[in-house]
């Protein structure tokens, strides 16, 4: 009798280890990419009850976790000790998107849950996933940084159906504030260790901010990041994107070619997610075209300048600013370049108190705004000269030192000021050193 006794004690046991659930706290702060995500154990056998940890201002924890059955699998934020409003993502091996939900489907609750109701998990495979918590509106993007999932509907688990719906998460847009602790309760889960080897994104193609320009671009001209490569020629590469990161009251100015104005455009539309202003300036910081809200729509906050209104009137080297919306070019007085008040679908030539001075600063505060894209067309690199795009004596930028430039240079000698086209030895005069230097390399490119 006494050794059934130890049998059935012995069995009991067992089975309450084999069934025996952890709760994995956060230690210090969780990353929010596969790369960072915090390992919730060393195997993956043991049985993951729930995840707690804390949020920080604009903050994203990511978790690695095991899934055996992913169609039996769920996660949610509905209990006692999260009492904020939350998001719920699941992402795959790979750090794609899987389920996600922002407000509990059949409730009146901010807080989260995700599951397999809409199939999003259906034939998944087991195996490591990611799972990450988020405040409201702090929202996954991929490579090209737009969202994986669209921001609507809230109450509804859903599969990736953003713009980005096919890559990797590879960040997070939009501002939150501190939030606190938060549980996520979970069922079918297992704790998994760190991973390696995630796949990156692909290289952009485009110019990068931080890994091209060398860090964060200037606001001014005396600061403007030139797009320039030694990979590439003056005003005859294109550039097609331009990539950065916008901080708290930023403004990002590039050094851009435009051989055609006729073909120019630059767009925020479908690449970025926030508030953004476009502006164009010449060498000399003088305004010459803004663009707040999209002018082909009735809707969307971002931003399109070309040459429909003609602000552009000759090809040369000039200044792509962009900003959060209502942070804005000013003079030296600190009176606006563009009107503040004018039609914010339309794209403008300057048209403020001062319209014909150049930027000296920017008015208006503004919150971090996070990564952005500007698609360009009709835009080139420049030299390592930046805004004295000519020197060499290509005064008219078609690739040819010919009778065109020894003309263009005669026609304007005695000349003087900043970034003159003629000026091709750019020391501020039009003078018989800019005749000889076309003269000695009259023909090249031709």
Known sequence: MRRLWWTLAATSALLTL????????????????????????????????????????????MYVIY??????????????????????????????????????????LSRSRINNTTGCLTNRPAGVYYIAVSRYNRDAVGCEDRPIWADTPFRAVRCPDGPDAASRVAGWSGTTAVSGNYEITLTGAFTAPAQSNIPPCPPFDGWDETEDGGGDAG????????????????????????????????????????????????????TTGWDTQLWLFKCNGLGVVHNDDNPDAQTGLQSKIDNRSNCIQQAGVYLLAISRYNRDPVAQDGQPL???????????????????????GWAGATLAAGRYIINLTGAYFVSENGCCVTAGGDVDLNGCIDDADLLAILFAFGNTGQFLPEDVT?????????????????GQGC
């Open 18 to 61: 084999t069934h025996a659930q952890i709760t994995y706290q956060e230690q210090g702060d969780a990353g929010d990419l596969p790369e960072t995500a915090q390992a919730t154990g060393t195997d993956t056998n043991t049985q993951l009850g729930a995840i707690r940890g804390a949020l920080e201002a604009d903050g994203v924890d």
């Open 338 to 360: 563009w009107s503040p008040t004018g039609a914010g679908r339309g794209v403008r030539c300057p048209d403020g108190l001062r319209a014909d001075q150049p930027v000296a």
């Open 219 to 270: 606001d001014l001209p005396s600061s403007a990041q030139l797009i320039q490569s030694d990979d590439a020629q003056a005003c005859q590469t294109p550039v097609q994107r331009v990539r950065g990161n916008m901080g708290a009251d930023d403004v990002d100015m590039y050094v851009i070619c435009i051989t055609d104005p006729a073909q120019f455009s630059a767009s925020t539309v479908g």
């Open 426 to 442: 750019c020391d501020g005069v039009v003078d018989d050193a800019d005749l000889l230097t076309v003269l000695f390399a009259f």
């Open 67 to 108: 899934i055996s059955d992913p169609a039996n699998f769920s996660a949610t934020t509905v209990n006692n000790e999260t009492n904020f409003d939350t998001q719920l993502w699941l992402f795959d091996a790979l750090g794609k998107g899987v389920v996600f939900n922002d407000d509990e489907v059949g409730s009146n």
